[in-house]
């Protein structure tokens, strides 16, 4: 057997079209390309770090500095009706500054909390992030590769998609079928 003949005789012009076991994890993060996501943090070398790698993933990163810039950002979303980043990724120090005025943000506009908002927390602090009712995730800070992939497949939202397309529902017409009746059997 060669590789575009199968033993049937017939001849597959691009043995790329064969069958290929679906890889869902590759899948969820190409569904990643072309979303908006904030990093924030006043590391430059974390942020571009951070940044690098959503990039890979065909991530568009708005990338913010400080907390000024965060108000800024805030201020230009707080009237939308509709959910414009895939998620926030913030350091712990620019959190605590912008807290309060997340908050406030959000009393306005609880739209906003519809986008996940994922702190990188000292390993002692994580704790207590994970307190605060506005914060999802709380990653370690520096996040390592793999932590960020699983975070990465947590917020895509493939996942519903896919269980919504797989759901097996009830089918759209009933056949019923008829039973010969026996003459002397009831």
């Known amino acids: 057997m060669s590789l575009g003949t199968f033993d049937y005789g017939i001849v597959v012009k691009n043995p790329v079209d064969t069958y290929r076991p679906v890889n869902r994890f590759a899948e969820g993060l190409r569904t990643l390309y072309g979303r908006k996501m904030v990093v924030a943090s006043e ?10 790698f959503l990039r890979r993933y065909g991530v568009d990163v708005t990338l913010l500095d400080s907390a000024a810039a965060i108000e800024a950002e805030i201020e230009k979303r707080l009237l939308g009706t509709q959910r414009v980043y895939l998620a ?14 997340w908050r406030s943000a959000l009393r306005i506009n609880p739209v906003l909390g519809e ?16 307190a605060v ?11 390592l590769p793999r932590q960020m992939l699983k975070w990465l ?24 079928r008829r039973q010969k009746e026996v003459p002397g059997k009831h």
């Open 43 to 52: 590391d430059a070398a974390l942020r571009d770090e951070l940044a690098g």
């Open 88 to 101: 926030i990724l913030i350091d712990e120090p620019l959190a605590e500054a912008i807290l309060p005025r």
């Open 115 to 130: 986008t996940p908002v994922a702190v990188l927390a000292s390993p002692a602090r994580e704790g207590a992030w994970q």
């Open 133 to 143: 009712e506005e914060v999802r995730y709380v990653l370690s800070a520096p996040p």
């Open 153 to 176: 497949g947590t917020i895509s939202r493939w996942r519903s998609f896919v269980q919504e397309l797989e759901k097996v529902g009830p089918p759209p017409v009933h056949l019923q």
